[in-house]
């Protein structure tokens, strides 16, 4: 599992994983809605946690 320290609570989104298999990847992690907790992380009041893939780069959308 991995931490990423966030400014909102409220849904978050992985809108780009480059290890998913339309990229060629290994289709490692599912998870595409987060859900930011009150639990503080790297200098931010919030944090989101999810299966992070080897070797993969994630993008993450704010929802609201």
Do not use: E
């Amino acid at each position: 599992n991995f931490n990423l320290g966030v400014q909102d609570l409220g849904k978050y989104q992985i809108i780009l994983n480059s290890d998913d298999n339309h990229y060629w990847g290994s289709g490692y992690t599912k998870t595409k809605n987060l859900v930011a907790t009150n639990k503080a992380w790297n200098n931010q009041a919030h944090s989101v946690c999810f299966n992070l893939p080897p070797l993969a780069s994630l993008f993450i959308l704010f929802k609201g």
